[in-house]
């Protein structure tokens, strides 16, 4: 009898050599069959078809950056300001949309602002105002000539300054003033329908109530404009 060594390598050998023989062909047409049982018939995806799904991928996900880039943008770059009441006649018009902006921004004598001093009273709400005078400078007005001096010099307002004839707002208070270090004095482009600086209620306004200065009118589409400081080339 062979031993249990012998019988065991005769049965290893016959396990590995199984594929030369009758059983082994056997034993691999059944496993094919069995894989071939499994097989299903899927589809296959044109090339069109999977362009036009990357390509809307890469459109949802355009959209989705933009979306995020304008949410950043009117949170801490831009915001929207909604002009409310003829003050700013005829350069503003109420209803109209402005796109304001206090990134770097220094106030200058000229530029269209917009303030919102909590303790103004009635006023305490956003205005949108012309910076007429920085702190430091000196302002005086002949309101019957509606002379306007800034340091003792003649300001041309010609380019935006609005004066109707059914009305006549002053001030309550007596001029030349200087304007406080930190502050600013502001009034309304149409001079007879606006609180300004020169309400003592309103004042000088605080650096630190300007929102920005308004860079654009967004809103009438046909209104668009770029608006620039008349005193700066």
């Given at each position: ?13 016959a396990d590995s050599s199984a594929g030369d023989g009758d059983n082994g062909e056997v034993l691999r047409s059944e496993v094919d069959y069995d894989r071939d049982m499994w097989k299903t018939d899927e589809p296959k ?17 355009m959209l989705a950056l933009v979306t995020v880039a304008i949410i950043l943008c009117f949170s801490f770059v831009f915001r929207l300001n909604i002009v409310d009441g003829p003050s700013m006649e005829e350069t503003l ?141």
């Amino acid at each position: 009898y062979p031993s249990l060594e012998e019988s065991g390598e005769e049965i290893v050998r016959a396990d590995s050599s199984a594929g030369d023989g009758d059983n082994g062909e056997v034993l691999r047409s059944e496993v094919d069959y069995d894989r071939d049982m499994w097989k299903t018939d899927e589809p296959k995806r044109s090339p069109a078809a999977d362009r036009v799904t990357r390509q809307m991928f890469d459109f949802v996900e355009m959209l989705a950056l933009v979306t995020v880039a304008i949410i950043l943008c009117f949170s801490f770059v831009f915001r929207l300001n909604i002009v409310d009441g003829p003050s700013m006649e005829e350069t503003l018009h109420s209803g109209e949309y402005l796109l304001v902006s206090d990134l770097f921004y220094t106030p200058r004598a000229g530029d269209i602002v917009v303030i919102h001093d909590m303790t103004a009273g009635v006023y305490a709400e956003p205005l949108v105002k012309r910076v007429i005078a920085v702190g430091g400078q000196t302002v005086d007005i002949d309101f019957s000539t509606w002379t306007l001096t800034v340091d003792g010099e003649p300001v041309d307002e010609s380019s935006y300054r609005h004066l109707t004839s059914d009305r006549l707002i002053t001030a309550d208070y007596d001029f030349p003033i200087t304007v406080e270090e930190g502050h600013i004095f502001v009034m309304g482009d149409n001079r007879n329908h606006s609180a300004d600086s020169r309400t003592s209620e309103i004042g000088q306004i605080d650096e630190r109530c300007v929102v920005g200065r308004v860079y654009l009118r967004v809103f009438p589409i046909n209104k668009f404009k770029i608006f620039k400081n008349p005193f700066e080339s």
